[in-house]
Nanobody, 121 residues
Framework: QLEESGGGLVQSGGSLRLSCVAS????????IGWFRQAPGKEREAISC???????TNYLDSVKDRFTTSRDDAQITYLQMNNLKPEDTAMYYC?????????????????WGQGTQVTVSS
């Protein structure tokens, strides 16, 4: 099971750090991906951190503003800086199919419930 937290309301240009906490098998055995979905839009894959620390970026529009990291075997973070109104969405984390991250964002499972991020202009 995965659980996201850290979302909220922030002004344009602000920052938030999302957390993805795992229960059960430790994250050291799995990659963790971050995704988002805005109302009326398809889900977008943002990035993935492998169990060994390799980062795979899926979304070019945020890769210079968002970074993923892990400082605990059970918690993965998504640091989001210089947030824009178009970043408003529900953000989710999910487990990668293996300890590596796939080149294409497929096969992710064990999705969390999501945390809402709202960026005001």
């Amino acid at each position: 099971q995965l659980e996201e937290s850290g979302g909220g309301l922030v002004q344009s240009g602000g920052s938030l750090r999302l957390s993805c906490v795992a229960s059960g098998p430790t994250l050291q055995y799995y990659g963790i991906g971050w995704f988002r979905q805005a109302p009326g839009k398809e889900r977008e894959a943002i990035s993935c951190r492998s169990a060994t620390g390799k980062i795979t970026n899926y979304l070019d529009s945020v890769k210079d503003r968002f970074t993923t990291s892990r400082d605990d075997a059970q918690i993965t973070y998504l640091q989001m800086n210089n947030l824009k109104p178009e970043d408003t969405a529900m953000y989710y984390c999910a487990r990668a199919p293996t300890y590596n991250c796939p080149d294409l964002p497929t096969g992710f499972h064990s999705w969390g419930q999501g945390t809402q991020v709202t960026v005001s202009s």
